[in-house]
């Protein structure tokens, strides 16, 4: 199994970009899908996630500027970003878990989306 995520890049103050993050390879038992993000000097953190079970939850600092959705038909999960701050700048990486014969834990390479003006 691969995660392939795309779509970072650079955009202005207020700006928006949709990330994507396509899975190859075959996987059942998938219990959630989620977004993390890096900063520099920082720790990697939850940016947003959506379970199986169709739930969502959001950092509180991209409450209602964030939204994940996925696309089952194409494996794909994407993150659409909207008014973009600097305080958004990082490498974000897709997340895949779940649990077949055993746990799983996939993660994607990252794609670093910069704000700046």
């Known amino acids: 199994v691969q995660l392939q995520a795309s779509g970072g890049g650079l955009v202005q103050p207020g700006g928006s970009l949709r990330l994507s993050c396509a899975r190859s390879g075959r996987i059942s038992g998938i219990n959630r899908m989620g977004w993390y993000r890096q900063a520099p000097g920082k720790q990697r953190e939850l940016v947003a996630v959506?379970?199986?079970?169709?739930?969502?939850d959001y950092a509180d600092s991209v409450k209602g500027r964030f939204t994940i959705s996925t696309d089952n038909a194409k494996n794909t999960v994407y993150l659409q970003m909207n008014i973009l701050t600097p305080e958004d700048m990082a490498v974000y990486y897709c997340n895949i878990r779940g649990a077949s014969y055993r746990p799983y834990d996939y993660w994607g390479q990252g794609t670093l989306v910069t704000v700046s003006s």
């Open positions: 959506t379970t199986t079970g169709g739930s969502t």
